[in-house]
C-alpha cells in the first residue's frame, strides 16, 4: 500500500511549545503525578517527546492504573464506588468501572457550587449579530434544576429519551444538561435537517419529549420551522410533551409547553446517581445509505473521555474560553458542551460560518476572547483562498490554539495558520469520529507541531497502522485500528439487540480490534498522518491511494473551490478515476486547467494520481455534518439507482446527485 510520497529526513517543526509553556500544561503536572502515585514512568527531563512517548505507552500498557490515575486527577464524584476499572477488555463489551455510579451533569455543573465562581460565564452566546449574551453557572444550574425538575413532572425517567431540535443556543446545552440529571437520554439535531432527516433519526429511539425551536437565522436570514416542527410531532407518536422555544417570537402552538415556563423555577437540581455504563445521548452516522446508525455512549464513559480530552490534550480549565464552530447534529457540539466539565467558558455561535464574510468566526473569536478556536479544514482553506489576514487585522492575542477537524488538514493550512494568524500559534489538527465522540490522535500542548500532521496519538488509545492480514506498520501507510478498548466507545446501537450491526460496523474485517475505516500512517517519531476514508479508497493498478492527498493539492490551486475524487471499478474489469471539481467564481474548465491541474498531480505526487478526466460540476455533495459524499457518488457511478444509493436526508442537497446518476446511466449504456 502507498499514497501520496512521504517526507524524507527529519523536517522541522513548524512550532514548538517554550519550556514555560511545557511546565504550566496539565498533562506535565499528571505526568508527575502518575509517575508518584500510580506507578507511571518517570518523566524524562528536558525532553517533552520522550517523556509524552513514555506516558502514552504506559497509557495503553497499564489501562487501569492510567484511567484511575485520570480519574483522581480530575476528581471524579462517584457515587457508589467502583469495584475495579476494567473488568472485561474484550471488544465489543468492554466493561468499565463496574459497580460505578455518577451524573455526568453533576460534573458539568460542579463549578457553579464555588461562590467565587458562580457569577463567572458559563456560557457565551453569540450570533450572526456578534453581540455577545452571557449566561453565569449559577444561572445555567439554576435553568438546569429548573427544566430537570419539569421534565420529572411530565414522568421522564432514568433510560427515556428527550429530544432536541434546536440550534447552537443556551436552550440546547441547558436541555441536554436537565436531561442527563435525570438520568434520561438526550438526542439532538440542529434545525436545518428537513423533517424526513429528523424522523429518520428521532424515530429510532421514540422519545417522550421534543424541546424545539420555531426556525432559526442563518445567512441574514429567518427561516421558519413550524411546519417541520408540526410533521414531527405527527411523525412522534411516543411523544408526551413538546416544548417550544421561540427564537424567532412566535406563540406557543396549543398542547406545548412555553420554554420560559419550564426554566424560570428556582429548583436545584438533582443528579440522579446511574451506572457508569448508563447511556448519556443517541449520536447519529452520516447514514448516506440505509437509516442513520443511532449510536448510544454511556454517562461514565464520556465523562471520563472528554475529561481526559480537555485536559490533559486541549489543556482547558477555568479562565478559558473554548469555541468550536459546530451545530447540534455533529458530535463538536457534544464535545464543546463538555468544556462545561473542566470549568471552561464554554463560546456558543449560532450562524453561518462565512456570513457576512469569510472572517465571521475569526470575528467570533475576537469578541468572545476565545482561548481555543476550533473549526473545520474546509473553513482554515477557505480563509486562505479568501486571502485573509485575521491576526493582523483582529485582535486574537488570546487565540493560544487553532483546532480542526472534520477533514484533514492540508499542509497549506498549517502554514497559512501560522503566517496569518501567529507565529506562535499552537495548531492542532485532530481526528476521530462520532463514533467514539472523542479523538483518536491530535492535540498535545508539549510536543511540537509538524506541517501535515497530528502531534501524537491520544492518551489512553493503542492506535496502529495495520496491513491487511494484521501486521502493525510504522513509516507506511495502513487501516486506522484501536486494538484496546476505550471508554467511550459505544455501549451499543439502538434497535439492535444481538448487537450484529454494531459488530459488523467495527470489528468485522479483524475480530475483536477496531477498524475505524481511516487511512493512516504513525510516523517513526511519533505523528500522524490521515489519508483519508479507507472504505472509499482509491486502488490504481494496485495501489492504493488517499482522496485526502488528491484533494489537497488540487485545492490548493486558486481556480479550484472544492474537489471529488472517485475510483470506479468497472465490469470489464477496468478502472476509472474521474476527478470533479467546483470552479471558483470566474474560472472555466478548459484544456488549459485540465492541463495544469494532471500537472500538479503528476509532480506533487505521482503520475498514478492523475485523474482518467476531470468534469466540473456545480458544486460537491456533502453530508448534513460537512463531509463529502464519497462511497454514494460511487456507487451512482456504477449505475446503482439514487434511492438504492443514498439517504436523500442525509444529504445537504440531494438535487446535486443527478448529475453523477445520470453520468452512471450514460457510462452503463455505452458499455451496452
Request: proline share 8%.
Amino acid at each position: 500500500m502507498t499514497t501520496a510520497p512521504q517526507p524524507t529526513g527529519r523536517p522541522e517543526p513548524l512550532w514548538t511549545p517554550g519550556e514555560d509553556r511545557v511546565a504550566r500544561a496539565a498533562v506535565t503536572r499528571f505526568h508527575a503525578r502518575a509517575a508518584t502515585d500510580h506507578g507511571a514512568p518517570a518523566p524524562v527531563p528536558g525532553d517533552p517527546a520522550a517523556s509524552y512517548a513514555a506516558l502514552h505507552r504506559w497509557s495503553v500498557e497499564q489501562p487501569e492504573h492510567f484511567w484511575q490515575a485520570l480519574t483522581e486527577w480530575c476528581g471524579v464524584r462517584f457515587g457508589h464506588p467502583y469495584e475495579r476499572v476494567l473488568a472485561d477488555r474484550t471488544m465489543p463489551g468492554a466493561t468499565w468501572f463496574p459497580g460505578a455510579t455518577l451524573n455526568y451533569a453533576e460534573h458539568a455543573l460542579r463549578h457553579a457550587e464555588d461562590p467565587a465562581h458562580a457569577t463567572e460565564p458559563a456560557l457565551l452566546h453569540t450570533d450572526e449579530t456578534l453581540e455577545v449574551r452571557t449566561v453565569t453557572w449559577a444561572e445555567l444550574r439554576r435553568a438546569v434544576g429548573s427544566l430537570a425538575a419539569e421534565l420529572r413532572r411530565l414522568g421522564v425517567r432514568p433510560g427515556d429519551r428527550v429530544s432536541g431540535y434546536l440550534p447552537n443556543t443556551p436552550h440546547a446545552v441547558v436541555a441536554l444538561l436537565a436531561t442527563a440529571a435525570v438520568g434520561a437520554v438526550w438526542t439532538s439535531c440542529a434545525p436545518d435537517f428537513g423533517a424526513r432527516s429528523v424522523l429518520d433519526r428521532f424515530q429510532q429511539v421514540e422519545p417522550v419529549v421534543l424541546i424545539t425551536v420555531d426556525g432559526y437565522h442563518y445567512a441574514g436570514k429567518r427561516h421558519d420551522r413550524t411546519d417541520v416542527v408540526a410533521e414531527l410531532r405527527r411523525g412522534l407518536p411516543t411523544l408526551r410533551a413538546v416544548v417550544h422555544v421561540p427564537l424567532l417570537g412566535t406563540p406557543t402552538p396549543d398542547g406545548a409547553l412555553a420554554w420560559d415556563d419550564v426554566t424560570s423555577g428556582s429548583d436545584e437540581p438533582l443528579f440522579e446517581q446511574v451506572p457508569f455504563d448508563h447511556p448519556l445521548w443517541v449520536l447519529y452516522s452520516s447514514g448516506t445509505t440505509g437509516l442513520p446508525k443511532a449510536i448510544v455512549q454511556s454517562q461514565g464513559g464520556i465523562l471520563v473521555e472528554h475529561l481526559k480530552q480537555l485536559t490533559l490534550h486541549c489543556d482547558l480549565g477555568p479562565g478559558d474560553r473554548f469555541f468550536w464552530y459546530t451545530s447540534t447534529g455533529w458530535m463538536m457540539w457534544n464535545f464543546l458542551v463538555s468544556g462545561l466539565l473542566v470549568g471552561t467558558t464554554v463560546v456558543l455561535y449560532d450562524g453561518s460560518p462565512g456570513h457576512p464574510d469569510t472572517a465571521a468566526q475569526w470575528r467570533a473569536a475576537e469578541r468572545t476572547g476565545t482561548t481555543l478556536f476550533g473549526t473545520s479544514a474546509a473553513y482554515v482553506m477557505a480563509c486562505r483562498k479568501a486571502g485573509l489576514h485575521p491576526g493582523r487585522d483582529l485582535d486574537l492575542s488570546r487565540v493560544r490554539c487553532v483546532a480542526t477537524t472534520g477533514s484533514p488538514l492540508p499542509p497549506d493550512g498549517f502554514r497559512w495558520i501560522h503566517d496569518e494568524v501567529s507565529a506562535d500559534m499552537w495548531i492542532a489538527s485532530v481526528s476521530g469520529g462520532t463514533d467514539v465522540c472523542s479523538c483518536f490522535a491530535g492535540a498535545v500542548p508539549t510536543l511540537p507541531v509538524y506541517i501535515g500532521e497530528l502531534q501524537a496519538p491520544c492518551l489512553g488509545t493503542d492506535l496502529q497502522a495495520w496491513d491487511p492480514h494484521g501486521k502493525p506498520l510504522v513509516d507506511e501507510v495502513g487501516e486506522l485500528v484501536v486494538a484496546a478498548p476505550l471508554p467511550s466507545m459505544p455501549v451499543r446501537f439502538w434497535n439492535d439487540p444481538d448487537g450484529t450491526r454494531y459488530r459488523e460496523s467495527y470489528f468485522e474485517t479483524y475480530p475483536g480490534v477496531w477498524r475505524h475505516g481511516d487511512w493512516i500512517t504513525l510516523t517513526s517519531r511519533g505523528t500522524v498522518v490521515i489519508h483519508g476514508r479507507s472504505d472509499s479508497t482509491l486502488n490504481r493498478q494496485g495501489v492504493r491511494m488517499g482522496s485526502a492527498d488528491i484533494y489537497e493539492a488540487v485545492e490548493r490551486l486558486p481556480e479550484i473551490r472544492e474537489s471529488l475524487v472517485i475510483g470506479v471499478e468497472e465490469p470489464d474489469g477496468g478502472y476509472w478515476m474521474p476527478l470533479f471539481v467546483h470552479l471558483a467564481p470566474g474560472a472555466t474548465l478548459d484544456d488549459t486547467l485540465r492541463d495544469k491541474i494532471k500537472r500538479t498531480l503528476r509532480e506533487q505526487l505521482s503520475p498514478r494520481h492523475v485523474p482518467d478526466e476531470v468534469i466540473a460540476v456545480p458544486a460537491v455533495p456533502h453530508t448534513l455534518t460537512g463531509k463529502r459524499i464519497e462511497v454514494p457518488v460511487k456507487r451512482l457511478l456504477q449505475g446503482v439507482p439514487l434511492e438504492k444509493a443514498v439517504n436523500p436526508g442525509s444529504v445537504d442537497d440531494i438535487g446535486l446527485l443527478a448529475f453523477y446518476e445520470r453520468l452512471g446511466r450514460e457510462r452503463a449504456a455505452a458499455r451496452g
